[in-house]
DNA sequence: TTCATTGGTGAAAGCGCTTACAATTTCGGC
DNA sequence: GCCGAAATTGTAAGCGCTTTCACCAATGAA
């Protein structure tokens, strides 16, 4: 049924009376046409709706026009916005996107793998942090551009994004002694996570560095989910006088202590200020402070400097490969209500719950 | 430099000892080779790795094994789950995704007329609540199977996934009515949309067929933003006595109303029960009782029917096509704490503020 | 031994597009 | 009006895979 009415390059070049050469380099814009005979061909062109088929056109050029984007599915709605920042720059820059999302820790790297293998992608946006060395290196060796999300990786030689989580925490723990807090207890992610150590050491450095005397360093040790950290938070509470303040690795377990917080009758900020990481919607509605990880630039960046490199790629052989670079992002300090010392806060105007004040970094431009 | 160590079915067969044909065949699992002849290929096969080009493949059986996701991005983290449910499906069916995320209202139908006129894709999963009828009616001449999420259409021979709104709302109502609420306000959507006239709908008929005497119907029109929603209540709320309950037609306005109560120190459930329609995060933090829309499953059913059509339609072309389907998926009436009313609750064992029972509709088996 | 059969296999023609190269036309300058 | 260069256009060979159809070697029957 489709067969019949399948218009293709020949039935063009029949109809304009022109050889398939010329059909083409018409639809491609080619100089070297004359304006006449473009004319004509177009006129065909738009008379019967014709659209080159893409698979043949990318099979004669040996390109895509599409990046992978691999992705696990860990936080649902946190990585959607990532996926938007991918596709904004993507799109703007004629690239499509297949998604690969990753299931179980298994299927990340043999879909990456299986992608490039198959030919489907120009490029690949990895974001998976428990890819490993060798098949690292098996991508590497496909030679196919790629860059990786939030992931450190040994060898130099590679396109990374990443979240400057030490500065992060370093401007909370900062924010939180300004606000004149004095206990703040800190609660960490998952250790053997490269993210929950660089956010520990941010905290620890800005400790460290505050001029006001013997400050403690309190530490609980967990692993970023709500269900881990109510009972430590609970225990800790029980056994020990309330910090001033708990600056928790991530909003997932800023809420647990929310919760814990206000079922036990302790008022955020009153009794004890609350910031957590990340800046999930959640949060924001609550007017818990937080650093948040802007994820869509997270995606755009990672994008642009995929779409670098495949620009670079094309236009041929002799420009040299564009250096590997790690490229980092701020997170951004979103102060509300829950870090606002009371005591302090007199002073200062109303601050409705909701109402976001950016403090620390100056608001990234948004790539693209 | 890729050029060189490129390897194709040439260079298989060439190694073998055989012809490409036969190279294909192998690789295609086709019965009339020799077992011999496979298992040689079959080792070169693995020796250098050889992975089929996909394109070339495609372009040849004039398939894409792809199919086109189009979607707004209205509320990104929402979506996300629904991807995910499309995802599962069409990949264990060996599909892909190409993804088209439509910005703004334009772009959504050219996209997905692109993809299809390209034929990049074999098939397409919709959700664009304002796609038009023109467009809808220049996709289906394309001839190119297609599902539409949760928007309906006059004509039949459409495939669709609806959510039942109407029987949300519903349900929802008559659990307020349950529990013995007598004044349930409901704020509706934007009325010029389908979902909100359902679901206002369904209020109204909870509320007609209740057989307690003279329930008076409480009606504001909104339009499913915080924004928007919050003056109005305060408004009415100050104007007349306050409702037993209220019954918002999306999640983003109970949050809104959610903040305007506790600000103004209505206590809920005691003062004022409240309830919202779609289940996101924040509304199950705070233990709000709501009607879940089954994101994930509503992807997966528009994948299934998708895969269906496309995997009849690839088996030669004798099979009749398939019906086209209306499918229609309920609503999880999650019951929480918000709307328990307290003279009832008394008797029942204390609902933590998180703990969700599901009454109502038995829960769906996932789809897959 | 000879003649259909029947697996197995290969040659070659696509799939729909691009592009190097050859062929043709056009044109200014003589 | 003629010539070479420049401007257009056409021819045909790919891109890497599938698949029709023809072909060949076994195999069994006669």
Redesign the interface.
């Known amino acids: 049924?489709?067969k019949a009415d399948k218009v293709t390059v020949d039935v063009i070049s029949q109809k304009a009376g022109v050889s398939t050469a010329t059909v083409s380099r018409v639809l491609n814009d080619s100089p070297l046409v004359h304006p006449k005979t473009k004319r004509k061909v177009l006129r065909i062109v738009q008379e019967l709706?014709y659209?080159?088929?893409?698979?043949?056109r990318?099979?004669s050029l040996n390109r895509?026009d599409?990046i992978g984007?691999i992705l696990p599915?860990v936080a649902?709605?946190?990585?959607?916005?990532l996926?938007?920042g991918v596709?904004?720059v993507a799109?703007a820059a004629g690239y499509?996107?297949?998604?690969g999302?990753c299931?179980d820790r298994e299927q990340g790297p043999e879909l990456a793998l299986?992608y490039i293998?198959?030919?489907?992608t120009d490029g690949l946006i990895i974001l998976d942090p428990v890819l490993d060395e060798p098949i690292l290196d098996e991508i590497r060796r496909q030679?196919v551009p790629f860059v990786l999300i939030d992931r450190t990786v040994p060898s130099q030689h590679v396109n990374t994004i990443m979240i400057d989580d030490f500065n992060g925490a370093r401007n909370m723990t900062r924010h939180l002694i300004e606000e004149g807090y004095q206990n703040i207890l800190f609660i960490t992610g998952d250790l053997q996570s490269y993210d929950a150590r660089e956010r520990l050491r941010g905290y620890q450095e800005a400790i460290e560095e505050s001029q006001l005397a013997q400050k403690k360093e309190l530490v609980i040790e967990s692993n970023f989910t709500r269900e881990d950290v109510v009972p430590k938070i609970a225990k800790y509470v029980e056994k020990n006088l309330l910090p001033d303040a708990i600056f928790c690795s991530n909003d997932e377990m800023a809420?647990g202590v929310y919760?814990y917080l206000l079922e036990n009758d302790y008022k955020i900020p009153d009794d004890v200020a609350l910031a957590g990481f990340d800046g999930?919607?959640?949060i924001d509605?609550l007017g818990i402070t937080t650093a948040k990880i802007p994820m869509h630039d997270l995606g755009a960046a990672a994008a642009r400097l995929l779409v670098d490199q495949l620009v670079k790629g094309r236009s041929g052989?002799d420009t040299p490969a564009l250096q590997p670079q790690k490229v980092m992002l701020q997170t951004e300090l979103l102060i509300r209500k829950s870090t606002l010392n009371p005591k302090k806060a007199a002073k200062l105007v109303e601050n409705g719950?909701?109402q976001t004040k950016l403090v620390g970094e100056k608001r990234r431009e948004p790539l693209l």
Chains 1, 2 share one sequence.
């Open positions: 049924m489709r709706n659209v080159p088929n893409a698979l043949a990318n099979l895509t599409t984007a599915w649902s709605g946190f990585y959607s916005e996926l938007r596709d904004d799109r499509h996107i297949i998604l999302i299931h299986k293998r198959e030919q489907r030679n809420l919760r999930i919607d959640t509605f052989g719950p909701i």
